[in-house]
């Protein structure tokens, strides 16, 4: 096998390759939000008004939402609760149990823009800025546009979504508390190409915990579901990211900050030297809603161009520190099985749709993954900050429980 090469960073690497991030190919409304959406039926309440031109917003079931003056300890399921869409519900609040789960539009390996579903409860709010965010209650506006005809067919009912319907059917619904959740998780594999078998199809649903209805009914729904949207029933590409701005809320002290490339994201940290970083914020979130942590300045990492690279070489990966663990699984196809199953192993789908090894690394938990792995495979990691490079080799990077030779400049 072929070397292995980890991109990782605390002040980060310099590969040089354009990042996939898909910027074209879908029109715009005037409110910066993609075209090829029908306005839902109704606005929803908003948690500030968006402005734009000089604050954060993002787009909600298809209309712009501002940010505002979010605190960056703000999560996305608070957001969606206060601003009365209440389908996500707070179970365990950490990112085990699913029942907080929404679709985010995020790009492939391809770049090109899929839904993906994550654990709202554990996502900072603001590190949606820009993106496209869809929840139970915007599942009405995924009717196939334009053909009223199908939509009104008895294959698909117009009044719900082919999902819900399948899980009436089938009963695959008592109390309700984790359904909406499930209903999101099975909208992201509706829209898979690698979904194949029905172990693919558990493990989609692994992330969603039921305690009272049993999983044989929710299966036989969602293998419904697939086949109505193998027919195209409710199904509607997830758009490109959208043109409203990445500007953050910022305060003298901190706020949530979204640089684009390494020499900004090292410029931020030198104004705000306690600034923490987050990639997926799958480790960080739960350091807020279950340790109650307070960040004054959090870092994203997901739009650094350079951290977003993934490409190979003759003799190696190079896999930038920011690329989400589903991305990885899809660019590597299988030519890296050790990775692959180290990967479909990992937490559940929402969680590998926003994990990554740079973040799984940087924790130095004794319980991580990817270590072992690296260890293994003799990966070497490429550490960066506004002094220069290192090059280490993953034997070398680790010193002790949970500390690391990451410096802190
Ligand atoms: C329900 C659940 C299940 C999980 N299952 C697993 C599992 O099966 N296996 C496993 O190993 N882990 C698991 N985890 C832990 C977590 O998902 C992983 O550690 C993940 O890889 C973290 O990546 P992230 O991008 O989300 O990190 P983040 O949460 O964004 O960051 C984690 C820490 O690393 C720092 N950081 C992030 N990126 C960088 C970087 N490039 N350079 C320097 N510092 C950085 C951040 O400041 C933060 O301190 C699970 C977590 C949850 C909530
Ligand atoms: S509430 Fe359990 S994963 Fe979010
Ligand atoms: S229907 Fe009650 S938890 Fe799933």
């Not at 608070?78 to 029942?99: I, M, P, Q, S, V």
């Not at 995020?106 to 496209?132: Q, T, Y």
């Not at 695959?172 to 078998?197: F, K, W």
């Not at 929402?350 to 260890?375: D, E, F, H, K």
């Amino acid at each position: 096998m072929g070397g292995f090469c980890l991109v990782n960073a605390r002040n980060h690497s310099a590969i040089s390759r354009s990042s996939r991030r898909h910027r074209s190919g879908t029109g715009r409304n005037t409110s910066g939000c993609p075209r090829q959406y029908p306005q839902a039926p109704e606005a929803p309440v908003t948690p500030t008004p968006a402005t734009p031109s000089r604050h954060a917003s993002f787009c909600l079931n298809g209309k712009p939402v501002g940010i505002g003056n979010a605190d960056p300890n703000r999560t996305l399921l608070e957001a969606l609760r206060d601003a009365g869409l209440t389908g996500a519900k707070e179970g365990c609040n950490e990112g085990d149990c699913g029942a907080c789960a929404v679709v985010v539009s995020l790009p492939d390996a391809d770049g090109i823009p899929r839904w993906r579903s994550v654990n709202s409860c554990i996502l900072p709010l603001a590190a949606m800025a820009g993106r496209e965010v869809r929840t139970v209650e915007g599942l009405a506006m995924d009717r196939p546009d334009p053909a009223p005809d199908r939509s009104e067919s008895r294959e698909c009912p117009a009044s719900l979504h082919p999902i819900q319907s399948a899980l009436v059917r089938h009963h695959g619904s008592q109390c309700g508390y984790c359904t909406p959740g499930i209903v999101m998780s099975l909208v992201e594999a509706c829209h898979r190409r690698d979904l194949a078998t029905e172990e693919d199809l558990a493990e989609q649903l692994a992330g969603n915990l039921c305690r009272c209805t049993g999983y044989r009914s929710i299966r036989a729904a969602a293998i419904e579901a697939l086949e109505a949207a193998r027919r195209g029933c409710g199904l509607v590409p997830a758009p490109a990211p959208s043109s409203l701005p990445l500007v953050a809320p910022e305060a003298p002290d901190g706020g949530f900050f979204h640089p684009e490339d390494l020499r900004s994201l090292f410029a931020i940290r030198e104004r705000f030297p306690a600034a923490r970083w987050v990639a997926g914020g799958t480790d960080l979130g739960p350091e807020i809603t279950r340790k109650f942590h307070r960040f004054e300045a959090l870092v994203s990492l997901e739009h650094v161009r350079e951290l977003a690279e993934l490409r190979a070489t003759p003799d190696a990966w190079h896999i930038g520190a920011a690329v989400p663990l589903t991305v990885l699984a899809e660019r590597l196809a299988g030519e890296l099985p050790e990775v692959d199953a180290m990967i479909r192993g990992f937490g559940s789908r929402q969680i590998r749709n926003r994990a990554t090894l740079g973040g799984n690394l940087a924790t130095a938990s004794p319980v991580a993954c990817a270590a072992t792995l690296l260890l293994a495979m003799d990966a070497r990691l490429v550490l960066a900050s506004a002094t220069g490079e290192r090059v280490v080799g993953i034997d070398e990077f680790f010193t002790g429980y949970r500390t690391t030779v990451l410096r802190p400049d």
